[in-house]
């Protein structure tokens, strides 16, 4: 299962920074952060239909994707 992979890669990555303390430092707020919002996901998955969230998952990662790299909205 894709999802399983995803966080055995990211537990192999954290136990990486983990052994960094500077690093660690600095990459907790992000990874506080991306918890964060998987539970507001998690939440609204249980308050509205999954189909509005995954839209609204779909429209955010546009948005932010858009947001790092501008070029992309360019024709």
């Known amino acids: 299962m894709l999802q399983t992979d995803l966080f055995e ?4 990555a954290m136990d990486t920074i983990s052994e ?3 690093t660690l430092a600095e990459v907790s ?3 506080g952060e991306f ?5 507001e996901i998690a939440y609204d998955v ?3 239909s999954d189909e509005r ?11 932010l994707q858009k947001a ?3 070029s992309l909205g360019r024709v």
């Open 68 to 70: 790092d790299n501008p």
């Open 46 to 48: 249980m308050t509205d």
């Open 29 to 31: 707020f992000l990874f």
């Open 20 to 22: 960094n303390p500077k």
């Open 53 to 63: 969230v995954a839209e609204n998952v779909r429209e955010a990662a546009a948005i």
């Open 35 to 39: 918890v964060a919002s998987m539970e």
């Open 9 to 12: 890669r990211l537990k192999r």
